[in-house]
Nanobody, 124 residues
Framework: QVQLVESGGGLVQPGGSLRLSCAASGFTFSSYWMYWVRQAPGKGLEWGSGISNGGGSTYYAASVKGRFTISRDNAKNRLYLQMNSLKSEDTAVYHC?????????????????WGQGTQVTVSS
């Protein structure tokens, strides 16, 4: 059974930091590009960051570049997102997702695997 389970979300003040984790199981994690895709309240999905299957390549949306860092540990089947300098506009449900290909698309159907998400709220 394939599972992607996110954790680490919560309430944080503007300027603060959070580290999200995504635990993967049921598939060959190291074969997949992995992504973080978020959905703010009342808005559509927004692609945020991606990392190659080996972890050697990363890329980011302009809205998070320089503040967020995506990483992975293939030995532990884990994906991470370190979020610094958080802003109110970062408030969203954060989903981890997997694809055999590099993509920056925002439809759930563009990803082979998709997690249920973890809520991040940035507010004072």
């Amino acid at each position: 059974q394939v599972q992607l389970v996110e954790s680490g979300g919560g309430l944080v003040q503007p300027g603060g930091s959070l580290r999200l984790s995504c635990a993967a199981s049921g598939f060959t994690f190291s074969s997949y590009w992995m992504y973080w895709v978020r959905q703010a309240p009342g808005k559509g999905l927004e692609w945020g960051s991606g990392i190659s299957n080996g972890g050697g390549s990363t890329y980011y949306a302009a809205s998070v570049k320089g503040r967020f860092t995506i990483s992975r540990d293939n030995a532990k089947n884990r994906l991470y997102l370190q979020m610094n300098s958080l802003k109110s506009e970062d408030t969203a449900v954060y989903h981890c997702a997997g694809s055999l290909f590099r993509t920056s698309r925002t439809a759930r159907s563009d990803y082979t695997y998709w997690g249920q998400g973890t809520q991040v709220t940035v507010s004072s």
